[in-house]
């Protein structure tokens, strides 16, 4: 099964400034990983797949790219809606596996 | 518009057995490419998927629970059911239903899990 790791666990960043998390996987899932954008009490929201694409609706301060089995979700400039849990997923390979989610707080 | 909504009860005693509903519309599971999920995610911890059927009727399950799990749909109520067996209080969670979409004869969820329901919480307790 493949493990999806990512870092740090919590984020403190400044509204305005930008954000990077990261999510390794333990083994290639090739470019199949998506991330998520949880807030309390919601459902996930689907931000980015294939690693790079932006959902529908999604702003363009969302990016996504990766590097070998080390993907990156970088937020640009935070906005205050952007404080929240996130997460990554692999669906190269089954079982499909989410990351353990990094929580993005206000500094 | 596409929605997603689970339904089961809130409440069951350990060792029974969970039944799951999700009922969706804005799509048809008989058309190739679409898929379902099931994620659950225990109070204050991460998510975790459980398994997905798609539009071809093959069906994926976590490997930890396999044994417990069984995922159907029935396309004529645009409804998937999840059943979990024996449960245990480490079940307590907020279970979701999920749409994806894929590419034939390719990746299951290339779009990745693009649709969700609200979820649904589930205590598991005597």
């Known amino acids: 099964e493949i493990v999806m790791t990512q870092s740090p666990a919590t984020l403190s960043v400044s509204p305005g400034e930008r954000a990077t998390l990261s999510c390794r996987a333990s083994?290639?899932?090739?470019?199949?990983l998506a991330w998520y954008q949880q807030k309390p009490g919601q459902a996930p929201r689907l931000l980015i797949y294939a690693a790079s694409t932006r959902a529908t609706d999604i702003p363009a301060r969302f990016s996504g790219s990766v590097s070998g089995t080390d993907f990156i979700l970088t937020i640009s400039s935070l906005q205050s809606e952007d404080f929240a849990l996130y997460y990554c997923?692999?669906?190269?390979?089954?079982?499909?596996?989410f990351g353990q989610g990094t929580k993005l707080e206000i500094k | 518009q596409v929605t997603l909504r689970e339904s089961g009860p809130a409440l069951v005693k350990p060792t029974q057995t969970l039944t799951l509903t999700c009922t969706f519309s804005g799509f048809s599971l008989t058309t190739g490419g679409m898929c379902v999920s099931w994620v659950r995610q225990p109070p204050g911890k991460a998510l975790e998927w459980l398994a997905l059927?798609?539009?071809?009727?093959?069906?994926y399950y976590s490997t930890s629970l396999k044994t417990s799990l069984t995922i159907s749909k029935d396309t004529s109520k645009n409804q998937v059911v999840l059943t979990m067996t024996n449960m245990d209080p480490v079940d307590t969670a907020t279970y979701y239903c999920?749409?994806?979409?894929?590419?034939?004869?390719?990746?299951?969820?290339?779009?990745?899990?693009?649709?969700w329901g609200q979820g649904t919480t589930v205590t598991v307790s005597s």
């Open positions: 059927i798609a539009w071809d009727d093959n069906k």
């Open positions: 999920a749409r994806s979409r894929g590419i034939v004869g390719g990746i299951r969820s290339y779009y990745g899990m693009d649709v």
């Open positions: 997923q692999q669906y190269n390979n089954w079982p499909y596996s």
């Open positions: 083994q290639s899932v090739s470019r199949n």
